[in-house]
C-alpha cells in the first residue's frame, strides 16, 4: 500500500502523520508527505515527535507537484485548501482524496507551553486516527 499526506506546507501536520505511520507500519506501507507550498519542518512538530521517538530532523519538505505522477492507494489531506489542490493533483485518475480535517496547531496562544500542547494534541489526533484508520495497534 502507498500512502500519502497533504497539507499547507509539509511543515507540521503531514510530516507528523508520515513519521507517525511509518512507524506504526514499518515496510508494511510506503508512505510520502506534501504540502502545497512546503517549507522547512516545524521546530515544535520536530521536537513533539521526538518525545514519542521519532526523528523527523531529515525530513525534507516535498511539493505536491514532486509527487502528482506517482500512483497512490491512499490520499489525505489535512485542510479543505489541500483537499482541492490533491484533487486538481490527481484529476484523470482512480485516487481519491480524503479529508482528514485537523487544525493548525500554531493557531490561538502565543505561549509556549500552551503551543507545545496544542502539537501534542494534534500529535495523538492524527496518531488515533491512523491507528484506527489503517487497523494498526495503538
Not at 521517538?53 to 507537484?65: R, Y
Not at 502528482?68 to 486538481?88: L, N
Request: net charge negative.
Amino acid at each position: 500500500m502507498k500512502v500519502l499526506f497533504v497539507c499547507q506546507l509539509n511543515s507540521v501536520r503531514s510530516p507528523m502523520a508520515e513519521g507517525l505511520l511509518r512507524k506504526r507500519a514499518g515496510d508494511k506501507i510506503d508512505v510520502q508527505s506534501c504540502g502545497l507550498s512546503p517549507i522547512d519542518p516545524n521546530e515544535f512538530m520536530l521536537g513533539v515527535m521526538q518525545e514519542v521517538g521519532i526523528d523527523m530532523s531529515e525530513h525534507e519538505p516535498l511539493g505536491l507537484a514532486e509527487v502528482q505522477d506517482e500512483d497512490f492507494d491512499r490520499v489525505i489531506a489535512f485542510t479543505e485548501s489541500a483537499k482541492a489542490g490533491a484533487e486538481t493533483a490527481f484529476e484523470g485518475s482512480d485516487i481519491q482524496v480524503e479529508l482528514w480535517a485537523v487544525p493548525d496547531p500554531g493557531e490561538g496562544s502565543l505561549d509556549v507551553r500552551a503551543m507545545l500542547n496544542n502539537y501534542r494534541a494534534i500529535r495523538s489526533n492524527i496518531d488515533a486516527r491512523i491507528a484506527r484508520e489503517f487497523r494498526l495497534p495503538q
